[in-house]
């Protein structure tokens, strides 16, 4: 049997903790549902405009496409480092993880991606690896952004650099 279909076909004490935590995730979707029901009555009103569920469903759709590129850059990273991580499994295993973010710490987020890549075969070094290079893709990017721009000026006219910034400088490679 594959690896990555022991937790799914319930073998030994991963099946036992995928049903805990399906367990504790149903508990606790109860628990909001009840609490919800009971304190309904007094939550605000909420009138939301078509123009305002559209613009909330476009900030949805660009959250999750910054969750996907941010999921890409890791496997980029991955790939670069040698591993053979195909993409859905790898996609899969970074946007799992991005619920680890809410954890006290932003720790969790990182862990879970480590474990989960390491029931796919990839070692924890080369996760940590990626990670780093993660953010430094990320940190490059912003700059990149940063330099593009920094020469111009925005739609009002203000500049958009620091002022006394010399742009020459802040961008050379």
């Excluded at 040698?82 to 973010?101: C, E, F, M, N």
């Excluded at 932003?106 to 953010?135: C, F, P, S, W, Y």
Aim: aromatic share 8%; with cysteine; proline share 5%.
């Amino acid at each position: 049997m594959r690896q990555e279909n022991a937790a799914v076909t319930g073998g030994g004490y991963r099946g036992w903790l995928l049903a805990l935590g399906l367990l504790l995730t149903l508990a606790s979707a109860a628990f909001l549902g009840f609490y919800l029901k009971q304190h309904w009555s007094d939550l605000p009103p909420i009138h939301l405009t078509w123009a305002a569920g559209g613009w909330l469903l476009a900030g949805a759709a660009l959250y999750f496409a910054s969750l996907l590129s941010t999921a890409g850059a890791w496997l980029f990273a991955l790939r670069a480092l040698g591993s053979k991580l195909a993409a859905v499994p790898a996609l899969g295993v970074a946007l799992t993880a991005q619920i680890g973010k809410y954890a006290p710490g932003n720790v969790a987020q990182h862990i879970g991606r480590a474990a989960l890549a390491k029931d796919r075969g990839v070692t924890v070094i080369t996760t940590a690896k990626a990670a780093l290079m993660e953010i430094a893709m990320a940190i490059g990017a912003a700059r990149r952004r940063y330099c593009a721009t920094v020469a111009g000026t925005g739609p009002s006219g203000m500049p958009l650099r620091p002022s006394g910034e010399d742009p020459e400088t802040a961008c050379r490679s």
